[in-house]
């Protein structure tokens, strides 16, 4: 069975696996689409996650000494979509034949607990590609969520790529009015089709300054680019007493992050927003399974054109190509996803 391996830091290859074992509670799905995270995978393409140097303490919750993770990294991957094609005895939901989306890394085929897909079948019509962006919008929707955002709030939103305009369009059906900042024009054009009122090219100067020009500032700014130099601007941007949700996957020292400046004297809330949970003030309501299935049900009554995002489809064989690309061209590549049917 394949399954895409980073070998090393810049190394991909597709290697071999064997099939896992169907046991009672389980189906087994054949891959049919795998879509690629261009934060959280390029970390692990790069070698720059704090996994592979740090070792995750999970009942402490702290990084200490050591390593979580070591190459070869086998499988990474969330945005799965396949075909249930074997079903354990005891499983009746998912039924075999249906299509579904998960979370089962880049590979072939993968045995899945049945309870882990049960409410994320996809519906009669649907456009497969389409369940590749269930992780990604619940991400977006995780960030929309922490900002709190209420209706008519001026809403900055740093970073427009898949995540980025995702939190756009969400933010926008929140009742926000949305400035969406980016430094590629492709992606600012897109972010005004999904609702956007306003559009800020980086290049171009300060957001916060033309924020304060425009509206005294942002009442919430979501900072998705994962730049240390985004979440200052962002902090910049908002109003005094304002919120800024830092949900990018910052890498390393916060180089350009000055905590003295507008952070202090302007009493900014900061909130980190991380898949691996929801606000607090909501964890008795929402959990993240809700948000994938709530972000699912918007995709397929049309309210978010997910497959507009799709920049790039790719054979499995083309892995090494396609991390190389998104390394080293990413203005040139929005989701890419890799496709398994040519692949078999």
Do not use: C
């Amino acid at each position: 069975m394949r399954v895409i391996t980073f070998q090393e830091p810049g190394k991909v290859r597709v290697s071999l696996e064997s099939p896992a074992e169907l046991v009672a509670g389980t189906v087994r799905v054949r891959t049919l689409y795998s879509g690629v995270s261009a934060g959280t995978e390029l970390t692990a393409y790069r070698g720059t996650n704090p996994y592979l140097s740090r070792k995750w303490d999970t009942e402490r919750r702290l990084f200490v000494e050591g390593q979580t993770h070591a190459y070869p990294l086998a499988g990474w991957g969330y945005q799965e979509v396949g075909e249930v094609i074997e079903a354990a005895p005891d499983v009746a939901d998912p039924p075999v034949g249906s299509l579904v989306w998960g979370i089962w890394g880049h590979r072939a085929e993968a045995v899945v607990p049945a309870e882990k897909l049960v409410g994320h079948v996809l519906p009669p019509g649907a456009d497969p590609v389409t369940g590749v962006f269930a992780r990604v919008g619940a991400i977006a929707l995780n960030a929309v969520h922490a900002a709190d955002i209420h209706l008519g709030d001026q809403v900055a939103i740093f970073g427009q790529g898949v995540i980025g305009l995702l939190a756009t369009r969400l933010a926008v059906l929140s009742g926000a009015r949305v400035v969406a900042a980016d430094g590629i024009a492709d992606r600012l054009e897109l972010a005004r089709r999904f609702g956007a009122a306003e559009t800020f090219d980086i290049a171009s100067g300060s957001v916060a300054e033309f924020m304060r020009k425009r509206v005294e500032g942002a009442d919430t700014a979501i900072e998705l680019s994962g730049s240390h130099a985004g979440l200052h601007e962002a902090i910049r941007t908002v109003r005094k007493g304002g919120r800024v949700v830092a949900a990018g996957f910052y890498q390393g020292d916060g180089v350009g992050l000055r905590l003295g400046e507008e952070f202090h004297h302007n009493q900014v809330q900061l909130v980190s927003s991380q898949i691996g949970g929801v606000a607090s003030w909501l964890s008795h309501r929402w959990d993240v399974e809700r948000m994938q299935r709530t972000f699912m049900e918007l995709v397929h009554r049309g309210e978010v054109d997910a497959r507009e995002l799709v920049s790039h489809i790719m054979p499995l064989d083309r892995a090494a190509e396609a991390f190389d690309l998104i390394d080293k061209h990413q203005s040139e590549v929005l989701q890419l996803v890799f496709e398994f049917e040519e692949s078999q």
